[in-house]
């Protein structure tokens, strides 16, 4: 069982204090009695206490640093959004294959940031530019928003945004299962919410700090009941002894759970899984006992974005880990939208 996040330090950007969030969250963790410390800039952020690396890094991971979003240029976010909403980045989970881990470096704290007005301005723009088509934002692409917001609210605020919006459409995923306070929200159908599932396998060996299945398919339950699209990606799909029994058991107990009225508005996503030279080195430094395979002698090699190619299943086997989850999804969810496999 997953306690809700709760930062050991909080960081405050004196900027951030010109935004009534900054000024809300200081007070927040003021009454929360939290140790709070001011600095001029994120990039001030160095004293995270630890004697090494590894201490400083697990201490980073519970370090929340209040801050302002200075560009507001979105990445965008293939294949399952057109941009990626910064509302956040960083993240408290620990899952050994975290991509995050890479792209963060030495410094992965949590920061939050309050200029959320600016942020849909500029969301509301792209989606103009885009119009008569849909845009679609993706709010979890540097972090596990949902994972946070209990403190902040901040994904709330986008959900409303977007329930407002005519040509907007908002998504995120996450792996914990702390929802309660967005159930109410006014998303008017225009947000999908999911969760990240997985085989008990893989939950147990290499996702440590987040919620167990149980609880996010309990806090997916309560979601469709909101009246909230959902989804589900199941990622990283990762051969171990005994996949096929223990994919089948996820889909089977998301059968029972689901109610039938979430089931005709459901989407899976499927992301088998991969790793980089680099981003092996950092999760070995990072979680040197882990069990994760990353044999590169075992996988294809895959070119990639600046020339940072990737190692991914052998073609059999990636064949036969979308057939086999497919036919598990056509059996036990036909209504289902796959929307993709990669
Ligand atoms: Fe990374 Fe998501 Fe795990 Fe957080 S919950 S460590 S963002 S994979």
Redesign the pocket.
């Known amino acids: 069982m997953v306690k809700p996040f709760v930062p050991q330090l909080v960081y405050i950007e004196p900027r951030a204090l010109e935004y009534p969030l900054g000024v809300e969250l200081k007070e927040k963790f003021e009454k929360m009695g939290l140790e709070i410390r001011e600095t001029t800039s994120h990039n001030q952020v160095r004293n995270i206490p630890g004697k090494n690396d590894l201490q400083k890094y697990r201490n980073a ?1 519970s370090t929340l640093v209040v801050g302002v979003r200075k560009t507001l240029k979105f990445d965008s976010s293939k294949p399952s959004a057109e941009y990626a909403i910064p509302l956040a980045t ?6 050994h ?5 890479t792209t963060m470096g030495s410094k992965p704290y949590i920061r939050t940031y309050v200029n959320t007005e600016e942020i849909f301005q500029q969301a509301q723009e792209y989606m103009e530019e885009r119009t008569p088509q849909i845009t679609r934002f993706e709010a ?1 692409c ?3 928003i949902v ?1 946070i917001d209990h403190l902040t609210h901040s994904l709330k605020r986008a959900i409303e945004f977007f329930g407002n919006t005519d040509m907007g459409r908002l998504r995120f ?4 299962h702390h929802v309660d306070h967005l159930l109410d929200a006014d998303h008017k159908g225009k947000t999908r919410f999911r969760f ?1 599932i997985n085989a008990d396998y893989v939950i147990k060996n290499f ?1 440590p ?2 919620s167990p299945l149980d609880k996010r398919l309990e806090a997916a339950v309560k979601v469709a009941g909101a009246g909230y699209p959902l989804g589900f990606i199941v990622a990283p799909i990762y051969i171990h002894e005994g996949w096929r029994e223990g994919y089948y058991e996820l889909f089977s107990k998301l059968d029972q759970l689901l109610p039938p009225e979430a089931r005709d508005d459901i989407t899976f996503e499927m992301i088998q899984h991969r790793f980089t030279k680099p981003a092996k080195r950092v999760i070995e430094k990072n979680y040197p006992k882990s069990k994760l395979e990353m044999n590169e002698d075992d996988r294809r090699y895959k070119w990639g974005r600046y020339g940072i190619g990737k190692y991914i299943y052998q073609k059999d086997e990636e064949a036969d880990l979308r057939e086999t989850l497919e036919t598990y999804i056509d059996d036990f969810f036909p209504n289902a939208k796959i929307e993709y496999f990669t």
Do not use: I, P, R
Request: glycine letters at 16%.
């Open positions: 991971k960083g993240c408290m989970g620990h899952c294959y975290c991509y995050l881990q979890s540097t972090s596990d994972g995923v996450t792996k914990f990240s996702e700090g987040t």
